[in-house]
T-cell receptor
Framework: SAVISQKPSRDICQRGTSLTIQCQVD?????MFWYRQQPGQSLTLIAT?????????ESGFVIDKFPISRPNLTFSTLTVSNMSPEDSSIYLC???????????FGPGTRLTVT | GQQLNQSPQSMFIQEGEDVSMNCTSS?????WLWYKQDPGEGPVLLIA?????ELTSNGRLTAQFGITRKDSFLNISASIPSDVGIYFC???????????FGGGTRVLVKP
């Protein structure tokens, strides 16, 4: 399985500001995913990021709020823009790593917006 | 979005007990996955199932892919304190498709 790191591991931000989260993988992968996990909840997919194409966003998530970059096969960023307290969550990146669609997750970024 | 129906939502374990949790779906999946998430960490893949009827073990964990392809269960035998955490099921129609997650089962230690 791939080794995935995320930066920052946590941050406290003021409302109205933006935070960019980085996801680095130790091997080349085609598909990367960004999830949000609100306190006490399950994982919700924000978008799928493939290298060389625009990210595909899920219903309820828009590019202006969550712009994503995927400059190469080992790296991606997610920006949380114009933050409000409702954006306080854990943000996770994952990569697809098997024949059956299994995904491997990074350690997450815990974001608190005040 | 769609979520798998995972139960129970929470359970208390006593050391040495066997515990089970399950997931059901209205849709067919071709892959069933079970993850564990510890506090402050990302989910870790425990078991992947690829074939209807498949029974797979990973140490004290055993999971089965339901014959209808619409359900799966996870069993933990002889539980120990480090089994505490949140367990998530997830289903995928195929590689390259997004995962659908269950709501999670929170495993706690009996006081």
């Amino acid at each position: 399985s791939a080794v995935i790191s995320q930066k920052p591991s946590r941050d406290i931000c003021q409302r109205g500001t933006s935070l960019t989260i980085q996801c680095q993988v130790d091997s080349q992968v085609t598909m990367m995913f960004w999830y949000r996990q609100q306190p006490g909840q399950s994982l919700t997919l924000i978008a799928t990021a493939n290298q060389g194409s625009e990210a595909t966003y899920e219903s309820g998530f828009v590019i202006d709020k969550f712009p994503i970059s995927r400059p190469n096969l080992t790296f991606s960023t997610l920006t949380v823009s114009n933050m409000s307290p409702e954006d306080s969550s854990i943000y996770l990146c994952s990569v697809e790593g098997g024949a059956g669609g299994e995904q491997y997750f990074g350690p997450g970024t815990r974001l608190t917006v005040t | 979005g769609q979520q798998l129906n995972q139960s129970p939502q929470s359970m208390f374990i006593q050391e040495g007990e066997d515990v089970s949790m399950n997931c059901t779906s209205s849709s067919i999946f071709n892959t069933w996955l079970w993850y564990k998430q510890d506090p402050g960490e990302g989910p870790v893949l425990l078991i992947a199932l690829y074939k209807a009827g498949e029974l797979t073990s990973n140490g004290r964990l055993t999971a089965q892919f339901g014959i209808t392809r619409k359900d799966s269960f996870l069993n933990i035998s002889a539980s120990i304190p480090s089994d505490v955490g949140i367990y998530f099921c997830a289903g995928s129609p195929a590689a390259g498709n997004k995962l659908t997650f269950g709501g999670g089962t929170r495993v706690l230690v009996k006081p």
